[in-house]
């Protein structure tokens, strides 16, 4: 059974765009051009301007993404890359598939994202680059990384932004991916914020040679056919899926504002519950919720109690990478434990209503009086 107040609605986000997309698929099958072609070309014009950077190239997912940006910076086999512990698993997937390591480190305990002094500490004669993940729709202080990196040993570490859960946010003005030598990864998954009909994802930089450079690594190793400069890969975004985001771009904005109505509205709603740890903003983010995360007591026996009452909450995520199969390492990074154990993602999406968020918040309230349920 559907949950009643579903984590995300996409079928409310497909029927604004519909007409947008039943046109533009319309105009590619009877063009046959299926991959590349104007479509695509004009969602990368699109979000390069939406997004505030000179260059976005069209992958195919947000994990190849952040995968051909790292390898664009010269990370290779054998380096290390430091990375969140508190992240999806393709943010350190990305990292391996290279072959090269991630390197796990602690998240700050109010904002969840990446430890600024833990990732600097982190640095080592190996390490190539940090990846600071814009966790939840807020980015993360890249500033102060640059700074901590600028002058020092580190200085030729370089920074690879995800930014799959924040298109439209911005940190003190600037846009993930922007200024001199940055780059980022972002993602369309349904889910996000600027979601596809399937897999998507883009790199977004203000830097040619590095724009050139990923297109290179996902067009085979070279931007002539048949010309292979270097050994490459195959990541596109298709000709379908540009159509889809380009419909829902033109959304954006106005779904990001109505996420962060709501958030505002949860923040107000759940005020009064002080077991309830609300999710904080960064001074200086305009932040675009992706997710509105809490942090509850007994979060297990909370979730299946909302669960029960068709409520679609979520936890994002219930295990610190350093704790999965894939990555396991001997360390502790007790914040990012503290977190994976106490976070909860209550429903939120463009079309959620005032009247579902104060049904989500009873019902929450209701779980966390329960009598904490025996063993
Ligand atoms: C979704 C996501 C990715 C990966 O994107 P895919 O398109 O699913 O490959 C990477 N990092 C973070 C933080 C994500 O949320």
Not at 169 to 179: D, H, N, Q, V
Not at 333 to 349: D, I, K
Request: glycine letters at 10%; a negative charge; charged letters at 15%.
């Amino acid at each position: 059974m559907s949950p009643r107040i579903p984590l995300v609605d996409l079928a409310a986000a497909h029927a604004e765009v519909a007409h947008a997309v039943q046109a533009g698929f319309a105009e590619v099958l009877a063009t046959t051009g299926f991959v590349g072609g104007p479509q695509v070309a004009g969602f990368e014009r699109e979000y390069a301007a939406f997004g505030g950077v000179r260059h976005c190239v069209g992958v195919a997912n947000g994990t190849d993404a952040v995968e051909l940006a790292l390898r664009a910076v010269g990370v290779v086999a054998g380096d290390e890359v430091i990375v969140p512990a508190n992240t999806f698993a393709a943010t350190a997937g990305a990292v391996a598939r290279i072959g090269a390591k991630p390197v796990f480190v602690d998240c700050d305990p109010a904002t969840c994202l990446i430890d600024v002094p833990a990732a600097l500490a982190a640095i080592g004669p190996a390490t190539k680059a940090i990846v600071p993940v814009h966790l939840y729709g807020q980015l993360a202080p890249v500033e102060e990384l640059q700074a901590g990196l600028a002058g020092s040993a580190g200085s030729a570490v370089r920074i690879v932004e995800d930014a799959a859960q924040c298109q439209g946010a911005t940190r003190l003005g600037r846009t993930p991916g922007s200024g001199p030598g940055a780059i980022a990864a972002t993602s369309f998954y349904p889910g996000k914020n600027l979601g596809a009909y399937g897999d998507g994802g883009a790199v977004l930089t203000d830097d040619e040679d590095l724009a050139a450079a990923v297109r290179k690594l996902g067009s085979h190793g070279g931007l002539v056919k048949y010309a292979h400069d270097i050994a490459g890969v195959n990541s596109r975004l298709d000709a379908l899926q540009a159509v889809v985001l380009r419909a829902k771009l033109r959304r954006l904005p106005e779904w990001n504002a109505a996420r962060q109505a709501a958030a505002a509205y949860y923040d107000k709603l759940l005020a009064g519950l002080d077991q309830v740890t609300l999710p904080t903003t960064l001074p200086g983010n305009e932040h675009v919720w992706h997710l509105y995360t809490v942090q509850v007591p007994e979060r297990d026996a909370v979730l299946a109690r909302l669960e029960a009452e068709g409520i679609g909450a979520g936890i994002h995520y219930p295990v610190p990478l350093h704790r999965t199969g894939a990555f396991a390492t001997g360390a502790s990074y007790p914040h990012a434990e503290h977190v994976a154990a106490h976070t909860l993602s209550l429903p939120l999406h463009p079309h959620l209503m005032r009247e579902q968020q104060e049904i989500v918040v009873a019902a929450l309230a209701r779980a966390l009086s329960a009598q904490p349920s025996r063993p």
